[in-house]
Nanobody
C-alpha cells in the first residue's frame, strides 16, 4: 500500500517561489507515473503537472514556464518547483500516483495535500 506525504507549502508573496515535495512509500515509485493536482475553494480540482515513469513531463497551460516537475527515484520523492507565483496559484496541492503506469491516467493513490497561499 502506498502512502504519499506532501510538504513545502506555505505563504509567499506574488513573484516568489516554493518547492513542494512528495515523499512516497512503497516500491512502485520508480515505475509509476506521478502528478500534482491543486484545488482552490469553490473550484474544480485540476491537474497541474505530471511526470511519467520515464521522466517526461506535462504542464497545465496556466503554469507552463513557471513550474517544474521532477522526480528522484533513489529517494522516492516527487518535486514541484514553483516560480513566479501568482495569487491564482493559491490552492491545496496534492500529489498523486498511478502505480505501475508509465503515464498518469487515473491516479490510484493521493496525498493529504499541502497548502500554498500566494499574496498580492
Amino acid at each position: 500500500q502506498v502512502q504519499l506525504v506532501e510538504s513545502g507549502g506555505g505563504l509567499v508573496q506574488a513573484g516568489g517561489s516554493l518547492r513542494l515535495s512528495c515523499a512516497a512509500s512503497g516500491r512502485m515509485f520508480s515505475i509509476s507515473a506521478m502528478g500534482w493536482y491543486r484545488q482552490a475553494p469553490g473550484k474544480e480540482r485540476e491537474l497541474v503537472a505530471h511526470i511519467s515513469s520515464g521522466g517526461s513531463t506535462y504542464y497545465a497551460d496556466s503554469v507552463k514556464g513557471r513550474f517544474t516537475c521532477s522526480r528522484d527515484n533513489a529517494k522516492n520523492t516527487l518535486y514541484l518547483q514553483m516560480n513566479s507565483l501568482k495569487p491564482e496559484d493559491t490552492a491545496m496541492y496534492y500529489c498523486a500516483q498511478a502505480s505501475g503506469k508509465r503515464y498518469l491516467t487515473r491516479p490510484d493513490y493521493w496525498g493529504q495535500g499541502t497548502q500554498v497561499t500566494v499574496s498580492s
